[in-house]
């Protein structure tokens, strides 16, 4: 997946796309989630990265967390400061793989809602270090992602949701061995007007993203399926704790 091809994903279409299709309700139980495994109290300081247009980071904020926000894609920050209205909410402007903070500077860093992948392995490997430097000692890092084991067992290779603006439509293959999914999203506009945008994504089992995080610096390790750290099946989302 190209650099253009990622960038033009995240722009005022995703906003039209995803924002209509998340329940408020859903994104506190994530952002509490994250924090409560994170073992870290309001006060602290949290890395959401990347933030999107800010749903977790806001959750966060208003919970009294000292909160930045990190995404490559200023449309989506401009909609997470106007989201979090008059809350203190640092938004920055930031690649992953190459954060513009000191070292040592979180107690938590999250990374929630399979948003490792997009970069290849490489890629996402760089970012893991990076997350890792600018921890804290002791510091923890949370991943919430879909993992290849339950993607095999629920995968479909077309779906479409009706929005208030028109109509998605998904279509994808996966390739098995490679753990990838290559797809494209087809937003029809109520208007009429047809956005396609492709993309790549590297789905990850379990085992290869402790891996990667060992890899990146981190000591221990830990998955699970779920906010309460209930036992990873093949029919939970991953939930990966490192520090």
Not at 24 to 32: C, G, H, R, S, Y
Not at 164 to 173: A, N
Not at 216 to 221: E, L, N, P, T
Request: contains cysteine.
């Amino acid at each position: 997946m190209t650099q253009d091809e990622f960038d033009s994903i995240f722009d005022e279409a995703y906003l039209e796309m995803y924002a209509p299709r998340h329940d408020p309700e859903q994104t506190e139980a994530e952002a509490l989630g994250a924090v409560s495994v994170a073992e870290v109290e309001p006060g602290t300081a949290v890395l959401d990265c990347p933030c999107g247009f800010g749903r977790h980071s806001v959750v966060l904020a208003r919970a009294g967390f000292t909160v930045t926000g990190a995404d490559r894609s200023q449309v989506l920050l401009d909609e997470a400061r106007r989201q979090a209205g008059d809350l203190e909410l640092e938004l920055v402007q930031a690649d992953y793989r190459e954060l513009p903070f000191e070292e040592a500077s979180f107690d938590a860093v999250l990374n929630l809602f399979t948003a490792l992948g997009y970069v290849g392995r490489e890629g996402d490997k760089q970012a893991l270090g990076e997350f890792r430097r600018v921890l804290k000692p002791g510091g923890r890092l949370v991943v919430e992602t879909m993992q290849r084991d339950r993607l095999a067992r629920i995968f479909e290779p077309r779906t479409w949701d009706r929005l208030p603006s028109g109509f998605v439509l998904e279509e994808r293959s996966f390739d098995q061995a490679e753990g990838t999914v290559r797809g494209s999203f087809i937003y029809i506009r109520s208007s009429g007007e047809r956005l396609e945008y492709p993309y790549t994504i590297q789905c990850y089992t379990a085992t290869e993203l402790v891996e990667m995080a060992r890899e990146a610096g981190f000591s221990k390790v830990e998955c699970y399926g779920g906010w309460e750290k209930e036992e990873l099946t093949l029919d939970a989302r991953l939930v990966l704790v490192a520090s």
